[in-house]
């Protein structure tokens, strides 16, 4: 039996961070893994490989479409799947190999298999079981079902984003369940790579909570791209025979019924948080009603000594808000003062164009009570966006009418989600349009569309 300041469960980009962080705080910090790799659901199963697909067929689809309109001529390239998968493992691979120098580095011990706190302070793996001050409940999320709809990555006809990575080829046609992230990023790969792609979503709008101009925009450029969307329908069930799956649905407006057919059905209604196994019901931990665990302004759970972040606690289920709350929780392990601004976590969709956002959209902000004033600046009126054939989105301010502070940012455009930082740092230091409007920006660079939607939140923007 070891005995350490702090273990934390789950090697996520919350559990991990937490644990860093920890050291180099002076803790002697152990980190407890299932998986055979480092890095959770991001690194394996998430953020990174569907960046290296996204990434890819990115490149596909531009040698297919936009080579020769720039004097780029020769065979269109074509797709080896085996090399492509080959690839994405390689991406994930050197990540979580990362993370294994950095606990190296750092001097936390990795304690390999699934946990379960007996008690607090005890933590079992195993045979084993390991004594710690503190406990840090990082032990992210998973798929959630969908009443009908049977998940089989296995057989790659109906799979959810973990079966979607490692498709045996690319399918002629796919239905995906829900216009989320995960539905329009994965759908995005395989349209680009030329299979028919059918989303439905149950809403009338999609990617729920963001700008209503960014939803009608996005969906309106992914429909040219060649995606098709049935909306205001309920997913019934699907069921997979013959390697093929059939899918039936509600429309919503009439409640007629409709079925369909496809190669591959993507399930992507949503995750949930993942806490089996860790026995915090004979511990009395409170959960919320969505299965969360309840945690206080400290990240603390009602057990003394029991913390929790990331996926598994309520908010967004993004990595970069696990890795904050996973400083945060460390250092308030270490007797600092840990800190996460909720009111300034960006959010990013890796399509192409990118989609980002952070604050308040327009209808929030309106809910506020606030007088507001919204100023949008189209990519068209940007020299460098133009150059990428990438003007179709614009970047849109909401700002405080009377103090001129700016509330959020919604953008569609090409490196959105490289931008969107700016007004992230101004946010923080609780900046005017103005501020942003008179900072120089650099020529020719699509950064300068933020700016000028700054500049048309006062006297107006230039380039229109
Ligand atoms: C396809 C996909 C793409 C995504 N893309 C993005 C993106 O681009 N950007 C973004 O911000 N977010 C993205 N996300 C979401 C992101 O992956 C999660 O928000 C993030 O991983 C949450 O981090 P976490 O540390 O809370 O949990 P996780 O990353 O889920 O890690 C939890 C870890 O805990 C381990 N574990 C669980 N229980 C135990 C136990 N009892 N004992 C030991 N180990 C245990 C699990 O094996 C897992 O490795 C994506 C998700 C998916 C599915
Ligand atoms: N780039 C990123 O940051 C990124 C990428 C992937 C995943 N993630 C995270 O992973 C989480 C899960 O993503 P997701 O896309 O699965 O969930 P989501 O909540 O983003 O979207 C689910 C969609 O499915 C729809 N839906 C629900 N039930 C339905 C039904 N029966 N029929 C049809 N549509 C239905 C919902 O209305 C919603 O539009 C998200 O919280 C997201 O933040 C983030």
Not at 109 to 126: C, L, N, Q, S
Not at 186 to 195: E, F, K, N, Q
Not at 358 to 364: C, I, N, R, S
Not at 421 to 443: K, P, Q, R, Y
Request: proline share 3%.
């Amino acid at each position: 039996m070891s005995s350490y300041d702090l273990i934390v469960i789950g090697a996520g980009p919350g559990g991990y961070v937490c644990a860093i962080r920890a050291a180099q705080l002076g803790l002697k910090v152990a980190c407890v893994e299932g998986r055979e790799t480092l890095g959770g659901t991001c690194l394996n199963v998430g953020c990174i490989p569907s960046k290296a697909l996204l990434h890819a067929s990115h490149m596909y689809h531009e040698a297919a479409h936009n080579f020769t309109r720039m004097g780029l001529m020769g065979d269109r390239p074509s797709i080896d799947w085996t090399v492509m998968q080959g690839y994405k493992a390689e991406t994930v691979e050197t990540n979580t190999k990362g993370i294994e120098f950095l606990f190296k580095k750092n001097k936390i011990d990795w304690i390999k298999g699934w946990a379960e706190i007996t008690a607090p302070g005890k933590v079992k793996v195993g045979d084993d079981t390991h004594e710690a001050k503190n406990i840090v409940i990082a032990t992210g999320s998973e798929p959630a079902p969908l009443k009908g709809v049977e998940v089989d990555n296995a057989s790659g006809v109906i799979v959810d984003s973990t079966g979607a990575l490692t498709l045996p080829g690319v399918p002629e046609s796919m239905v995906v369940i829900g216009a989320g992230v995960i539905g329009l990023e994965l759908g995005s790969v395989y349209a680009r790579l030329g299979t028919k792609v059918t989303v439905i979503e149950y809403l009338d709008a999609i990617t729920p909570g963001m700008d209503a101009e960014v939803q009608k925009q996005f969906q309106k450029i992914l429909k040219k791209q060649g995606m098709e969307f049935v909306m205001g329908a309920a997913v019934q069930s699907a069921t997979a025979k013959r390697g093929k799956a059939t899918l039936s649905y509600k429309l919503r407006k009439d409640d007629s019924e409709k079925e369909m057919s496809a190669d591959v059905v993507l399930l992507a209604t949503g995750r949930r948080p993942y806490v089996e196994g860790l026995g915090l019901d004979k511990l009395g931990v409170e959960m919320t009603e969505r299965g969360q665990v309840k945690i206080d302004d400290h990240w603390q759970t009602n057990v003394k000594g029991i913390y929790a972040i990331g996926d598994a606690v309520p908010g967004l289920m993004l990595a970069h808000k696990a890795e904050d709350e996973g400083m945060a929780a460390a250092e308030v392990i270490a007797g600092k003062s840990g800190h996460v601004n909720y009111n300034v976590i960006p959010g990013v969709i890796y399509t192409s164009p990118e989609v980002a956002n952070v604050g308040l959209t327009e209808a929030a902000a309106k809910e506020t009570g606030r007088k507001i004033k919204t100023a949008k600046f189209p990519f068209m009126g940007n020299a460098r966006a133009k150059a990428m054939f990438q003007g179709d989105g614009f970047v849109k301010m909401v700002v405080d009418a009377d103090t001129d502070r700016v509330l959020g940012c919604h953008i569609i455009g090409p490196n959105a989600g490289e931008m969107i930082h700016e007004v992230c740092v101004a946010m923080e230091f609780g900046a005017s349009a103005e501020d942003i409007a008179l900072t120089c920006h650099a020529h020719p660079t699509t950064s300068e569309a933020v700016r000028e939607a700054a500049l048309a939140c006062g006297d107006g923007a230039i380039h229109v």
